[in-house]
């Protein structure tokens, strides 16, 4: 059963409104001070179920700023809390566009304490900016300002995702087809004498995948030209036979289990001739399974066929398998054949094996 993904959306819930507080007579309204009590107030205006109202410093909030107009917006409300954003104005009066001044986000606003005023600051605009200016006409100032109240998040009640429409890839079939060339026999060019046994196969085909076989197809020094016969030495047919089945479907012939004895020497025979021809992917394939397949009877012979063919993970593989034995699993590996003929082709590797469990002992 596949997994169930559901959904639910947050939507932000809000309303805005928009007040005017236009001022007449601009300049008759100077000289009323800087102290916190010298505001002309609007008339009060309603959004989002809440009361406010502008103030409106015409000779500035205490005197370090004097040289600006000051206008803020007030929550009027009592006793309550609200979050809200401002958006303050200036209207040109030639044009009619609005140019914002001060913008102050989304924030909570609390009317008993001061953060119920906004913005921040107390400049608002330098007089100097505004007198003279086309926001200034015939003594009049117009202040606009954009009051959004947020209210609580709308959340839509969970649903089951719908997933989008899905067209599934098919898996490559490059490999299936490239196997039916070997098995059809359409189109063979190249000849190999392995054991006896005439195989065919295509050159380009082996020279994409193996670049000893490109080398001997069409390298300057190439052992066979159309229509000869190229000979293989020391290599059994049916190993030759699963190499090309690599080489043409990217994969090993069989069902894959590869379990008994006469499976895993096809293994090691296949390792082999994948290091001939310098096939590292097939070489490394050989590897996985070997390690897989390390036991009691198998793990001295993989050892000295990983030491010869430079197959270092295996090697390790091998080594960490005879430490880690206990003392019974110890001595049968002691007693196969494999362990006998390792002491004498490769006794490096046995002083190596028994110096990691002596080491592991002493842990």
């Known amino acids: ?7 639910s959306t947050c939507s932000p819930e809000a309303a805005e409104g928009t007040h005017v ?16 009590g010298s505001y002309i107030q609007s008339g009060v205006f309603t959004v989002g179920g809440h009361n406010w109202a502008i103030r409106f410093y015409p000779d500035g909030y205490k005197s370090e700023n004097r040289d600006y107009i000051a206008v803020f917006l007030e929550l009027m409300s009592k006793s309550t809390k609200v979050r809200a954003s401002c958006d303050l104005r200036l209207v040109d009066q030639c044009t009619g566009l609005r140019s914002s001044v001060i913008k102050t986000g989304p924030r909570i606003f609390k009317s008993n304490d001061s953060s119920r005023y906004a913005p921040g600051t107390a400049q608002f605009k330098r007089r100097s900016e505004i007198e003279g200016s086309a926001y200034l006409k015939d003594d009049r100032l117009m202040i606009e300002c954009i009051v959004t109240v947020f209210k609580k998040p709308r959340v839509t009640k969970t649903t089951v995702a719908k997933s989008p429409p899905k067209i599934d890839r098919p898996p490559s079939d490059m490999a299936q087809h490239v196997g039916m060339l070997l098995e059809e026999k359409e189109g063979l060019d190249v000849s190999f004498i392995v054991g006896g046994e005439t195989i065919e196969a295509h050159r380009l085909v082996l020279a994409m995948r193996s670049p000893v076989l490109k080398a001997e197809l069409y390298g300057p020094m190439r052992e066979a030209r159309p229509g000869q016969c190229i000979t293989v030495k020391d290599m059994q047919p049916s190993i030759f036979r699963a190499l090309l089945h690599f ?3 990217d994969s090993l012939p069989g069902r894959g289990d590869f379990k008994g004895e006469e499976n895993i020497e096809m293994i090691r025979l296949l390792l082999v001739a994948a290091d001939r021809y310098a096939m590292e992917r097939l070489k490394m394939v050989c590897q996985s399974i ?5 036991n009691v009877d198998t793990v001295s012979t993989t050892l000295a066929l990983a030491d010869q063919y430079n197959c270092d993970k295996l090697k390790d593989a091998c ?3 005879i430490k880690i034995s206990d003392d019974n699993t110890m001595d049968a590996i002691v007693a196969t054949q494999g362990f006998k003929d390792l002491k004498v082709t490769c006794p490096s590797l046995i002083v190596d094996a028994l110096e990691n469990r002596r080491k592991l002992r002493k842990a």
């Open 21 to 36: 507080f236009d001022i007449l007579g601009y300049s008759k309204h100077m000289g009323m001070g800087q102290d916190p």
């Open 290 to 294: 070997l390690c897989e397949h390390l």
């Open 1 to 7: 059963m596949g997994a169930c993904m559901t959904l």
């Open 247 to 249: 080489i043409y479907t």
């Open 319 to 321: 080594l960490e398998f």
